[in-house]
């Protein structure tokens, strides 16, 4: 089996399935959540009428919706592995794509901007993905990419965290998720010509607010059953993280949101 199909069978049949019954509310919360940090990012860029934006990863819409109301004389291509939760009839200008990044391409300067929150991180290889995305991109277009980097289970102050989180972050890695490469994202759209490099960093966790503590109660729901079929963790270890999200005596980051970005050079 190629990476690649091992990657879409993981998100088609995985803890991240759209079968789930709970991941389109996932995906909505994690727009509630997320969305705030990418659109201050986005704005900076001072998105013009005309520019042809691609959004990879699209989830459940939000910020393809957020593009295509900025941009009324351009486009906005919604690509997502599986676009079941888009609306295509949400404006004019915005295309929804059933798409497999690992596979599929654009012609050389499709795009003013390419934006992917949480994609990369999944992808087996993002760095050949990340070259070719900067070739769909204009000169003087951007790349802005989002993901996750997460911090080791065992520094929590918890011990009841500890342990589910270990389970989580290990399922993850075992679907070919790279937990770390958000911290390296800003030097690899260095390394690949573009110019403008910059980034933000938003932490997340347990206690933080109480959409990412909904967040974490669905994640518990979503994965439970999974992880402890699997043995990486037991229905009491289970039982005692939820009661945690009840009641965190205080604030427990466990991952940092990256927003990287970088511009390809004018001619």
């Known amino acids: 089996m190629s990476d690649n199909t091992a990657t879409l069978e993981a998100y088609t049949t995985g803890l991240l399935s759209k079968d789930l ?3 389109g509310t996932r995906l909505h919360l994690l727009e509630k959540s ?12 001072e998105i013009a ?18 593009l295509a109301d900025r ?4 486009s906005v291509v919604a690509a997502d592995i599986d676009p079941r939760f888009l609306d295509a009839d949400r404006a004019p200008q915005l295309t929804v794509r059933r798409m497999d990044v690992n596979e599929e391409d654009f012609a ?47 520094d929590s102050p ?22 770390a490469w958000a911290r390296r994202a800003p030097a690899s759209l260095a390394a690949a010509g573009l110019t403008s490099v ?17 967040l974490l109660r669905i994640r518990l729901v979503q ?22 999200v009840e009641s965190v005596p205080a604030p427990d980051v466990s991952t940092f949101i990256y927003s990287s970005w970088g511009r390809q050079p004018a001619d």
């Open 21 to 23: 019954p709970t991941e």
């Open 34 to 45: 997320y969305d705030p940090a990418t659109v201050r990012v986005l704005q900076q860029l």
């Open 49 to 66: 009428p005309t520019w042809r934006c691609l959004e990879l990863g699209a989830g459940a819409g939000s910020i393809a919706y957020w």
């Open 71 to 74: 941009v009324p004389q351009g």
């Open 108 to 154: 050389p300067g499709s795009f003013d901007l390419v934006h992917a929150r949480a994609v990369f991180m999944h992808l087996p290889r993002r760095e050949e993905v990340l070259r070719r995305a900067v070739r769909w991109l204009a000169p003087g277009g951007w790349l802005v990419l989002e993901d996750v980097y997460f911090l080791p289970a065992e």
């Open 158 to 179: 918890y011990p009841e965290w500890q342990r589910v989180q270990r389970a989580w972050l290990d399922a993850l890695a075992a679907q070919g998720i790279d937990l």
């Open 198 to 214: 910059g980034v933000s960093v938003a932490p997340g966790g347990l206690g933080i607010d109480a959409v990412q503590d909904e």
């Open 223 to 244: 994965s439970g059953r999974s992880l402890i079929e699997a043995g990486l963790a037991t229905e009491e270890q289970m039982a005692r993280a939820s009661a945690l």
